[in-house]
């Protein structure tokens, strides 16, 4: 698939899914996956394995991540060029949101 079409599809991403490719910043399987999740978001977002499972088919299928082994049924994940270029540019698109936020209303209610 063509990268401009991807990146349509993509961004903006939702919570689920930026957080599934942060996770693929290091090689992980599926579980491992749910368990880093799990604690870099304090509990807040738990991926069901539906979920999780459907996320990663479609964007394995779309050479957003690809396989690097298999072992004893698990797959193990990681990021390729265009997932980094994906999560760099929601990273990119929250630093905006987040610094708009502050600038233009957040002071008002208590955030700094």
């Known amino acids: 698939m063509e990268d401009k079409k991807v990146y349509k ?3 903006p991403m939702t919570e689920s899914t930026y957080y599934i490719l942060l996770s693929l910043t290091e090689e ?3 579980y491992s996956i749910m368990q880093h999740v799990d604690k870099i978001t304090n509990s807040r977002l738990k991926l069901g394995p539906g979920t999780l499972y459907g996320v990663l088919s479609k964007m394995e299928k779309e050479s957003v991540i690809k396989i690097t082994r298999e072992e004893d049924k698990r797959k193990y ?3 390729n060029d265009l997932g980094k270029k ?3 540019l ?3 698109r929250l630093k905006e949101l987040y610094t708009n936020g502050i600038q233009y209303g957040g002071e008002n209610y208590g955030c700094k």
């Open 9 to 11: 599809k993509y961004l």
């Open 90 to 92: 929601e990273i990119e």
């Open 77 to 79: 994940y990681i990021l």
């Open 86 to 88: 994906l999560l760099f």
């Open 28 to 30: 992980r399987h599926g």
